[in-house]
């Protein structure tokens, strides 16, 4: 069992920069693939990045591509998203979420999931 913790939302102006965190507990965090999504009000859950147990291997939605940097801390067991040049689209309730396998990152198939941070930008 892996229990994720997300923190970081708010409200911020488009432009501007947010930093999410998701903080693990439980399992060997390492042992995991690592992903976040979003889902905004009406709208399906959105994958939005993903990283590899060892934090060498990321991958980003078109639509964050270039504005959207996700790391990873094994030793800390957290993994961050940096959000920069938001936009009012990025707008949405964002989610930390564990799996198993790398395939099929971009799928909401994961293991565990946290319960959230919303993230509101203001045009």
């Known amino acids: 069992q892996v229990q994720l913790v997300e923190s970081g939302g708010g409200l911020v102006q488009a432009g501007g920069s947010l930093r999410l965190s998701c903080a693990a507990s439980?399992?060997?965090?390492?042992?995991?693939?690592m992903g976040w999504f979003r889902q905004a009000p009406g709208k399906e859950r959105e994958f939005v990045a993903g990283i590899s147990w060892s934090g060498d291997s990321t991958y980003y939605a078109d639509s964050v591509k270039g504005r959207f940097t996700l790391s990873r801390d094994n030793a800390k067991s957290t993994v961050t998203l940096q959000m920069n040049s938001l936009k009012p689209e990025d707008t949405a309730r964002y989610y930390c979420?564990?799996?198993?396998?790398?395939?099929?990152?971009?799928?909401?198939?994961?293991?565990?999931w946290g319960q959230g941070t919303q993230v509101t930008v203001s045009s």
């Open positions: 439980g399992r060997t965090f390492s042992r995991y693939v």
């Open positions: 979420a564990a799996r198993n396998g790398i395939a099929g990152i971009t799928t909401p198939n994961y293991n565990y």
